[in-house]
């Protein structure tokens, strides 16, 4: 667990300086003045061997200083991305250790026994729950300035999931349609609210005592994406009635937009996101509510970038180690009968519902 401030303050230093390094240590390679050959490209920097063809060495040089930029801005554009992620846990991280929550918020609005009557009805201290939407819309501004700078070509040139290309659409249309949808924002920012303020959690999410445990995170993520891959199967499964009821109208769209994450029916929000939130938490009872917050801020963000139109820097990371992309997802709204789960890849391959991008024809080779 993260016991003090500076634990996670060291490894976002760390994080950023290996970054900072790496991009450092490919440029001093493409302007290396040294007397060997490119292990890669076999070109002299310098003299070339005896016997060698000076002319013919220096032709592949501008190929060579290409290569290297190419390298370069790639690890540029992985590390400027990624920080996506660990922005959509600064809240729990930089505000969970003690020194830091006790010196920003008193005693009694951190009493987990406290709280309001209101019109007979008790409820908890909110201070947890405005953390938590806080580090959520946190999460999600760091995920629609991320893809900003993906439309604007800040980050490099994006790669669209299918062949045919992105959906044209405004920003601005795509972000208010994103913020606006009752059965996105609005009913998930419901539920935590009422069963937050209700007292409807366990007992351990309203502490504020211990840090971070990130295996507990990860065994939320895992539980909430297996009872959801559960409910995907179910509703499109069970009958007719029922996938046209819930999960259909997120289907219109074959070629998904990031914005499009949370856009499609109550019914399908209520059993897709809700009732998996909620029984995950019962199974995993004893998070405190730094990891409640690491966790949904976390699983918001991810289910955002997984309806990306176009595949993301640390994809191929991703899929080696079971991790969902952009990519995986697309195949589901292309071809509906595979890749149920969202986060991971566990489960679909596990039951045999998996397919791999590489094998959907109509969709790009290299995402």
């Known amino acids: 667990m993260i016991g003090d401030l500076s634990y996670p303050a060291t490894l976002a230093i760390t994080a950023v300086s290996c970054g900072v390094c790496m991009v450092q240590a490919a440029c001093r390679e493409s302007r290396s003045e040294g007397q060997a050959p490119d292990s890669t490209t076999g070109v002299w920097d310098s003299a070339p061997p005896a016997g060698g063809s000076s002319a013919t060495l220096s032709s592949k040089v501008p190929a060579a200083v290409a290569a290297s930029a190419g390298r370069e801005a790639g690890l540029r554009e992985l590390v400027l991305a990624s920080l996506v992620w660990p922005a959509s846990v600064a809240v729990p991280v930089l505000l969970s250790p003690a020194a830091a929550y006790a010196r920003l918020f008193p005693a009694r609005l951190r009493d987990e026994r406290g709280g309001v009557v209101v019109g007979g009805v008790a409820l908890r201290p909110p201070l947890g729950l405005a953390l938590g939407i806080g580090a959520v819309v946190v999460g999600q501004l760091a995920t629609i300035g991320y893809h900003w700078a993906r439309r604007q070509r800040l980050l490099g040139e994006p790669r669209p999931v299918q062949a045919k290309g992105a959906r044209e659409y405004a920003f601005s249309e795509g972000l208010s349609s994103h913020v606006a949808n009752p059965e996105g924002l609005?009913?998930?920012?419901?539920?935590?609210?009422?069963?937050?303020?209700?007292?409807?959690?366990?007992?351990?999410?309203?502490?504020?005592?211990?840090?971070?445990?990130?295996?507990?995170?990860?065994?939320?993520?895992?539980?909430?994406?297996?009872?959801?891959?559960?409910?995907?199967?179910?509703?499109?499964?069970?009958?007719?009635?029922?996938?046209?009821?819930?999960?259909?109208?997120?289907?219109?769209?074959?070629?998904?937009?990031?914005?499009?994450?949370?856009?499609?029916?109550?019914?399908?929000?209520?059993?897709?996101?809700?009732?998996?939130?909620?029984?995950?938490?019962?199974?995993?009872?004893?998070?405190?509510?730094?990891?409640?917050?690491?966790?949904?801020?976390?699983?918001?963000?991810?289910?955002?970038?997984?309806?990306?139109?176009?595949?993301?820097?640390?994809?191929?990371?991703?899929?080696?180690?079971?991790?969902?992309?952009?990519?995986?997802?697309?195949?589901?709204?292309?071809l509906f009968c595979f890749n149920y789960g969202h986060l991971f890849l566990y489960w679909d391959r596990l039951l045999g519902t998996y397919r791999d991008p590489k094998d959907v024809r109509k969709f790009n080779n290299d995402v």
Not at 187 to 204: H, V
Not at 294 to 301: D, N, P, V
Not at 304 to 332: K, N, Q
Request: glycine letters at 8%; hydrophobic letters at 40%.
């Open 186 to 334: 609005l009913m998930l920012g419901g539920y935590l609210s009422g069963t937050w303020l209700l007292g409807k959690m366990p007992a351990s999410y309203y502490s504020f005592e211990g840090g971070i445990d990130w295996g507990r995170v990860l065994c939320c993520l895992l539980l909430q994406d297996l009872i959801q891959y559960a409910a995907h199967v179910g509703e499109h499964s069970i009958s007719s009635w029922v996938y046209r009821k819930s999960h259909k109208p997120h289907h219109r769209f074959t070629n998904p937009r990031l914005f499009d994450a949370f856009n499609g029916s109550m019914t399908d929000t209520a059993l897709m996101i809700l009732l998996p939130l909620y029984s995950t938490a019962w199974l995993v009872p004893s998070c405190n509510v730094w990891e409640y917050m690491s966790f949904g801020s976390l699983y918001s963000t991810w289910l955002t970038l997984i309806h990306s139109e176009y595949s993301h820097p640390w994809d191929a990371a991703f899929r080696r180690i079971g991790f969902g992309t952009a990519a995986d997802h697309h195949v589901h709204h292309a």
